[in-house]
Nanobody
Framework: QGQLVESGGGLMQAGGSLTLSCVAS????????MAWFRQAPGNEREFVAA????????HYADSVKGRFTISTNDPKNTVYLQMNSLKPEDTAVYYC????????????????????WGQGTQVTVSS
């Protein structure tokens, strides 16, 4: 089913921007959803944003709405997460994931809806 490889994490001051990339090693069936999750130390992995490959459907967690943008580059098999106005509470390991459920009416938001994960990339935001 292929690998997902994230990159783009790093250290940033509050108010700054970072863009994360996730490259799928194989062409992903277009009906599946791609998403970003994050996990801070001591916390459970939480949903950040989701998209279908065409870009027609996108969904964001309330905590990042208006600051983060998820997008895809179809020919490059790549999903991006543009993060603006970063806050210290955005500090976490960010994971790219591919769902094995189809987004019909409601977006897949649960960790359990996703069967393929990248290794994660660390994002640290200093105050």
């Amino acid at each position: 089913q292929g690998q997902l490889v994230e990159s783009g994490g790093g250290l940033m001051q509050a108010g700054g921007s970072l863009t994360l990339s996730c490259v799928a090693s194989e062409r992903t069936l277009r009906r599946y959803t791609m998403a970003w999750f994050r996990q801070a130390p001591g916390n459970e992995r939480e949903f950040v944003a989701a998209i279908i490959w065409s870009g027609d459907k996108r969904h964001y967690a309330d905590s990042v709405k208006g600051r983060f943008t998820i997008s895809t580059n179809d020919p490059k098999n790549t999903v991006y997460l543009q993060m603006n106005s970063l806050k210290p509470e955005d500090t976490a390991v960010y994971y790219c994931a591919r769902s094995y459920v189809i987004w019909r009416v409601t977006p897949p938001l649960s960790v359990d809806d996703y069967g393929y994960w990248g290794q994660g990339t660390q994002v640290t935001v200093s105050s």
